[in-house]
Structures are given as structure tokens and as C-alpha cells.
């Protein structure tokens, strides 16, 4: 997978005089995953590149948040055999 940007959206929030609680955007991919899916519904090119969002509670505990796989394919009505390139459970459970 690549990381195509990272966002940190707490220091934007600062540019503008604003505060936020630590939040960042990752957008990353692999177009040999995800090309085959935009061919087979172009729509689903809104989910993709597939992103994560680390943020932070009001607590101070750290969260990760992001679209299963599973909801991209319920979504966009994509085959069984095309989403499971895009299984990411596993990289999300490491970034942990």
C-alpha cells in the first residue's frame, strides 16, 4: 500500500485560529486493488483511495476510523472476488 497524503487536520484547524482535538486523514491504496474496482462500478472511486482517520477523544485515548471493506462493497454492489484485494482489517489492527 501506498500513502498518497496525510492530513493533519489539527494543524489546519491552527492555521485558521481554530481548535481541535489531534485528528489526522490518511489516504492510501494500491491501484492494482483498487483500479478493478472503479472499473467494475466508477461510483465507487468516491471510497477510493481508502482512507483512516486518527483521532482523539475527549479522554485523550486515540481511535482509528474507517470504511470496512465490507461497506464498500454493500455500497457500491461489488463482487466478492474484487473487495477481498482491499482487505485492510489486518493493517488497521497493526496500526493500533
Do not use: C, D, E, R
Given at each position: 500500500m501506498t500513502i498518497y497524503a496525510r492530513i493533519d487536520q489539527q494543524q489546519e484547524a491552527l492555521k485558521?485560529?481554530?481548535s481541535l482535538?489531534?485528528?489526522e486523514l490518511l489516504?492510501?491504496?494500491n491501484p492494482k486493488a483498487g483500479v478493478p474496482l472503479m472499473a467494475a462500478n466508477p461510483v465507487s472511486g468516491i471510497d477510493l483511495p481508502?482512507?483512516?482517520l486518527?483521532?482523539?477523544d475527549k479522554d485523550g485515548k486515540t481511535?482509528?476510523?474507517y470504511?470496512?471493506?465490507e461497506y464498500i462493497q454493500q455500497r457500491f454492489g461489488l463482487p466478492d472476488e474484487l473487495i477481498?484485494?482491499?482487505k485492510t482489517d489486518a493493517l488497521m489492527e497493526q496500526a493500533l
Open positions: 485558521a485560529g481554530l482535538a489531534p485528528l489516504v492510501f491504496g481508502l482512507k483512516a486518527a483521532w482523539q481511535w482509528l476510523s470504511n470496512s471493506p477481498q484485494k482491499i
